[in-house]
């Protein structure tokens, strides 16, 4: 179900639409959208979850070292 918004009586339109936005964000719509904008290549796909996976590797190492 997409987000709707009902903009309450006495409300400006800003708020309204700032709400919108928030429910779209939490929802992850325009991640969503973007994600499948275009199509991906398998072996896209597999470099960009290999470096994802670096990335978290290396934030979890520097995270070990401060503590120590």
């Known amino acids: 179900m997409s987000p709707g918004v009902r ?4 409300e ?3 708020r309204a639409l700032r ?4 429910r779209v964000s939490k ?4 991640s969503d ?5 275009h ?3 398998p072996s896209e ?3 960009r979850k290999r470096s994802a996976a670096k990335r978290k590797l ?3 190492k520097l995270k070990q070292q401060k503590v120590k």
Do not use: T, Y
């Open 19 to 22: 709400r919108f936005r928030r």
């Open 58 to 60: 290396r934030k979890l």
């Open 33 to 37: 959208l973007r994600k499948h904008a």
């Open 45 to 47: 796909h597999k470099k």
């Open 12 to 14: 400006s339109f800003e």
């Open 39 to 41: 199509l991906e290549r």
């Open 27 to 30: 929802k992850g719509i325009l």
């Open 7 to 10: 903009v309450k009586e006495g």
